[in-house]
């Protein structure tokens, strides 16, 4: 036994080397091992030039400027760390944030999210399940880092999604003790800590030797890009970079085709739908009783029971996208209000980039993907925050 336990020892200390040395190339990195696991998050938190931006699905879209390839070479002085794939919303990113634990306390940290995310009452569970990690979701279930309040309401939610609870039966026993909060309930939680404890000591050490065998198997790809690179430390210039981007932004022409496709659509929803006096009523009832707020908040709370620096990142709602569901543009501000009503509630920085609503070339397409010029802007915004500019 006591061969066995050194020889345990020895490994994770091993590990630890290498993730220590390799945290920096794992930046633009988004496999698995990153996403669902919970070391290579720490790592990166501790890491006075990473910059953490949690999101979705346009973290893994690829596309020129975005974060990860505009900041590699460390052009301020720092890298941006994504952390997200298609439909992390907030319900799985505040697990990840828990997992981490203090390791955030006093770390900045950016959230992009996804105004389509609050434009549907109850998003898919498909999207959710995918998302979900055992190991994050035991840590948030036996943290000692957050109260038993906020974990009784995260549990809540949590177990809305069954089949992420299957042939888990621990998990489950916890989350609904945690979410029955009666005297019964807290004693038999505190009955199953240790073996909670035990879980997520096996999950750790687990989670170390998974993290270096994919440092191991990508190491001619990760020397490339280790921590090694040059490191600028000048100021850019933002206004000749957002010019330059123009060149991938849609052209005239392609702006119509899309025009024209808002049309089409507009025509085809005309005929098979309500009024758009009825569909903007809808809209703002969807918008009003969507679940992602319930978990936003969650979110937020996490945040500052943790003690992090968070700032929040809103891609526009364009009006060309209001068009295709048929709404008034007046709508628009039943979304914009409730956020910037939470992000005050709580105390926490926020940019919506609302001025660029009338803007085509911010996104993409109609799933909030940033385009190459709307990366640049959420460039310029996480260059300020790291470098705490006030604009």
Not at 4 to 9: E, Q
Request: hydrophobic fraction near 40%; aromatic fraction near 10%; glycine fraction near 6%.
């Amino acid at each position: 036994m006591a061969i066995g336990l050194v020889a345990l020892v020895s490994g994770l200390l091993y590990c630890n080397s290498i993730e220590q040395r390799y945290v920096h190339a794992l930046a633009p990195d988004l496999s698995e091992v990153k996403l669902h696991g919970v070391v290579l998050q720490k790592r990166a938190f501790a890491q006075p030039d990473l910059l953490v931006l949690y999101g979705s699905s346009e973290l893994a879209k690829e596309m020129p400027n975005n974060a990860a390839q505009f900041f590699q070479d460390y052009p301020t002085g720092f890298r941006v760390f994504p952390v997200g794939q298609p439909g992390t919303t907030s319900l799985a990113v505040l697990q990840k944030v828990a997992a981490v634990g203090k390791g955030i306390a006093g770390k900045k940290v950016a959230f992009s999210m996804s105004p389509g995310w609050f434009f549907t009452e109850a998003f898919d569970p498909k999207w959710y399940e995918g998302n979900f990690s055992h190991l994050q979701a035991f840590e948030l279930a036996f943290s000692s880092d957050l109260s038993r309040g906020l974990k009784r309401d995260i549990a809540r939610r949590m177990l809305d999604y069954p089949k992420t609870l299957d042939n888990q039966w621990l998990l489950e026993f916890t989350l609904r003790r945690l979410a029955g909060n009666s005297p019964l309930d807290r004693s038999l939680y505190a009955a199953i800590w240790p073996l909670g404890q035990l879980q997520n000591a096996i999950g750790r050490a687990q989670d170390h030797f998974e993290a270096t065998l994919h440092i191991l198997d990508e190491d001619a790809k990760l020397n490339a890009l280790d921590g090694s690179a040059p490191r600028g430390l000048h100021a850019l210039n933002w206004n000749t970079l957002v010019k330059r981007a123009a060149q991938f932004a849609v052209n005239k022409s392609a702006l119509q085709a899309k025009r024209n496709e808002v049309t089409r659509k507009r025509q085809k929803y005309a005929s098979a739908h309500l009024t758009t006096a009825m569909q903007t009523q809808n809209f703002v009832k969807m918008v009003k009783n969507a679940k992602e707020w319930t978990d936003l908040e969650l979110l937020l709370r996490t945040f500052g029971e943790l003690g992090a620096q968070p700032l929040l990142l809103s891609m526009p709602v364009e009006d060309i996208r209001l068009e295709v569901y048929g709404v008034s543009p007046e709508a628009r501000t039943a979304y914009l209000r409730r956020l910037d009503e939470t992000a005050a509630r709580y105390d926490v920085a926020l940019l919506d980039f609302r001025e660029h609503q009338q803007d085509p070339s911010f996104l993409v397409d109609f799933l909030d993907h940033l385009s190459p010029q709307g990366w640049l802007y959420y460039n310029k915004a996480l260059d300020d925050f790291y470098h705490e500019r006030e604009d």
